[in-house]
C-alpha cells in the first residue's frame, strides 16, 4: 500500500510538473500572435519578409501561423492530466454531491478502471500510431512554406494521453489506498486526492470572501 | 438461443447509435468527468460494434485523427481558430486578476451615482462590458457575486434585486462576444466566428438595454429596493486641469496626424486611425495613472481601457483587420498592458492567471476531445441516420421542430454547461437546422434558394441565427429556478444571510426580460442578421 501510495507520488508529480509548465506557453502564443500581426500590418516588415520569402523559400507569417496552433497542441493537450488531478474537468455533480465520500471513491474508482481506461490506452496507443506514421513518412506542413515536422506537433497528443493515463493512474492507486489501506494510509491518501466535490470548498471560500467584504462594506457606508 | 442472440444482434445493429446516447446520459450522472463518459462510451461502443463486425480497428485511427483535425475537419489541434480560446481565457482571467474589472466596477459606481439604482445599473454596465471575462459560468458568477453583492446589500438594496441584477448580468457573457461560447458553435457549425460574433451584438446590447431599463424603472417606482448613495459616500478630489488637457491634446494630435497622413504618400504604410486609435489608448491609461485616484483619474485609467481594449478585439474582428485568433491574441495581450499600467502585474498575479488559463483550457478542451470521440463513433454507427429517422417519424412542421429543439436545450441547460450541449447536442441538430433552412427563407426576408449557392449561403443565416437563438435560450435556462445553475453558484458564494427564495425571487423579473428577449430575436431575425450584412456584405 505505501508502495502504491509512494508510486501515485511520483506519477502525480510528473503530471504536475508537464502541467504547470505547459499552461505557460500560452505567454510564447501571445507573443507569437502579436509578432505576426504586428509585422503583416505595418509596410516596412511586409515587405521585408516578402522578399525574404522569396530568397529563402520561409514564408515568416506562415511559419508564425503553423507556431500558433503548434504550442496550442502542446498547452491544450499537456494540462488534461492536471486538469484531472485538481479536478476542473466539468462534473454533473447532482447526484454525486448527495452520495458519502466513501461511495464516491468507490464510484469513482470504478469508472476509472471501467470507462477511463480503456479510452485512454485507446487514445495512447493510437496517438503513437498517429505519431508513427507521421515521424516515418517525415510528414511536412501542407502549406510549401509553412513549419515542417508535422510528427513533433503530432506528438502532442501522445504525450498528452500518456500525461493523462498518468494521472488517472495515480488517482486509481490513491482511491485503492484510500479504500483498502489501513487508516494512516488512508488518510495520506485521502489528503492527496482533490477528487471530492473541490467546487464546494471554492464555492465556501467565496462565500466567507463575501461575509466579510459585508461587514467590511456596512461599516464603510455607515460612516 | 442463438436466435434470442442474433435477434439482440440484429436490434443493436439498429440502435447502437441510440444505446450510446442512453448510456451517455446515465453516465453523466455519475458524476465522472463529462470528457471521461464521453470517451469510455464511444471506445467501449466502438469494441462492442467491432465484435460485430461492424465496425473495423481502423474507428480508433479515425477517432485521433479527426481529434488533430486538419484537412478541413474541425478537430481540436490542426484548427486555427480555437486558438482564440486560451487567449480569450487569458485575457478575461488577467482582466480580473489583476482588478481591472473591480477598478471598471467602482469607477462605474461613481459615474452612475446620481441615477436611481445606480450600483445595480453599474453591475449590468460592467457585465456588458466585461463580457469577454472567462466565459464559464461558474467563475463568472462567482467574481460577480464577489465584487458587487456586498457592496450592493451594504447599501441597502433589497437582497432580490441585487442578486437578479448579478446572476443576470454575469451570465451575458456566454452571448456578448467576444465569448466562448460563440467560437465553439461556430467551429461546430462552420461558420464564420466574426460574423456570429457580430451578429450577437445587437441582441446581446438588446437584452442589456432591458435589464438596464427594468432596473431603472424599479429604483425609481420603489426607491427602498435600491436606496440612492449618500452624497458623502464618495468624496472625489479635485482633479487636475493640465491633467484633462494633456489627454485631450494627446487624444486630438493622434487623429489630427492620422487624418494627414492617411491623405499623404504613406497611407499605405499602416493603418493610420488604428495608430491614432492606440495612441488614444495608451494616453488614457497613462495620463489617468498620473492623475492618481479622482474622477478624471478614474475614467482615464479605470474605464477607458477595458472599454477599448474590448473595442480594439471586436472592432478589429468587424473591420477585417484581424481574424479572432490574431484579436483574441491582441486582446490578450492589451490585458497584460492593462495589468501593467494599473500596477497589479506581479509574478504572483502572472502565475495565477497562466495556471488559471491553463486549467480551463484543459476543461473545454477535453469535453471537445471526448465529444470528437463520441461523434465520429456514433456517426460510424449510423447514429445522425437514427436521430433524422426520428425526426421524420415525428412529422412536425420546421416551426414545431424549431421550439422542440429550444425547448430540449432549456431542459439540458438545467443539468449542463454550454460546454457540453454545444459540443454533443448540436452536432446533433446542425444537420436538422441545415434541412429546415428552405422553409424559414420567408422569415429571414431571403428569397427561396434557387442554386446550390444561395442554398448555402442561406444555410448559412439559419444557422446564425438559430446560434443566437440558443445562445439567449441557454443564458435563459441557466437563470431559470429551481435548477438554473447560475443561481446554484450565486447561492454558493453569497453571505448565508441571503435566502434561495429571494434569490429565486429576485430572478423571475430578469426571466420574463429574457423570454421577452428571446421572442425578440424569434420574431424579428434580422436583429441578429442585419450588422453582419452592413459589416460584410452579403
Redesign the interface.
Known sequence: MDGMLSAARALDRITRVV??T???L??P??????F??VTR????TRLYFAEWTATSGISVSTVM?DM??HL??F???L??G???L?N??????????MMSRRS?AK??LF??I???M???I??V???W??FTVSWLQNEGS?SMTGMGARYI??S??FIGFVIMTCAAVATILRLIVDLYGSTRQQQEALDELQIFSS??D???A??L???R??I???R??RH | MTEFLSAIYDHLFVYIGAYMFLALGL???????????L??????S??IAINMDFLGASI??Q???R??G?DGASG?????I??AI??FV?MGTMLEKSRVAEDLLQILTVLLRRVPGGLALSVTVMGTIMAATTGII?ASV?MM??LA???M???GYSPTLATGTIAASATLGILIPPSIMLVLMANLLAVSVGNLFIGALLPGLVLSGLYFAYILTVATLRPSMAPPL?EH?IDLEPYQRSNLFLFLGITAAGWIVAFFASASHLA????WY?IAFLVMFGASALVGRREGNTLLGGILKGFFPPLFLIVLVLGSIFAG??TP??A???G??GS?LLAWVNRTLTWETMTSV??R???????I???F?GAT?FSTVFRNVYGEDLIIELIEHLQLSPWALLFVLMFAIFLLGF???F??ITLIILPVFAPIIRGMAPTFAAHLGMDPPTSIIETQALEAQVIYWFAILVAVNLQTSFLTPPFGFALF?LK??????VKMTEIYRGIIPFVILQLIGLAIVLEFPSLALWLPEVVFGR
Open positions: 502541467g504547470k505547459a499552461g505557460w500560452i505567454l502564443l501571445i507573443a507569437v500572435i502579436m505576426d500581426v500590418k505595418i509596410d516596412v501561423q500558433q496552433w496550442h497542441a498547452l491544450l493537450m494540462t488534461f492536471i486538469g484531472y485538481a476542473t474537468h466539468v462534473r454533473v455533480d447532482i447526484f454525486r454531491e464516491q464510484l469513482e469508472l476509472l471501467v470507462f477511463a480503456p479510452f485512454l485507446a487514445m496507443a493510437y496517438s500510431e498517429l501542407e506537433v503530432k502532442s497528443m467546487a464546494a471554492e464555492l465556501e467565496a462565500r470572501a463575501s461575509e467584504a459585508l467590511e462594506e456596512k464603510k457606508a | 453516465m453523466l450522472f455519475t458524476g465522472i468527468p463529462v470528457a471521461i463518459a470517451g469510455g462510451i464511444s471506445v467501449i466502438a469494441l480508433f485511427y477517432i485521433v485523427n481529434i488533430f486538419g481540436a489541434i490542426q484548427n486555427p480555437l486558438v486560451p487567449c487569458f461558474g462567482v457575486t464577489l453583492l456586498a457592496p446589500l451594504a447599501r449618500g459616500e499605405d504604410a499602416v493603418n488604428l483587420w484581424a485568433t490574431e483574441a491574441g491582441v490578450a495581450f497584460i497562466v495556471n488559463t491553463g486549467l480551463t483550457t484543459a476543461m478542451f477535453f469535453i476531445v470521440a443539468f449542463f454547461d460546454l457540453e453558484y454558493g458564494s453569497a453571505p448565508s444571510s
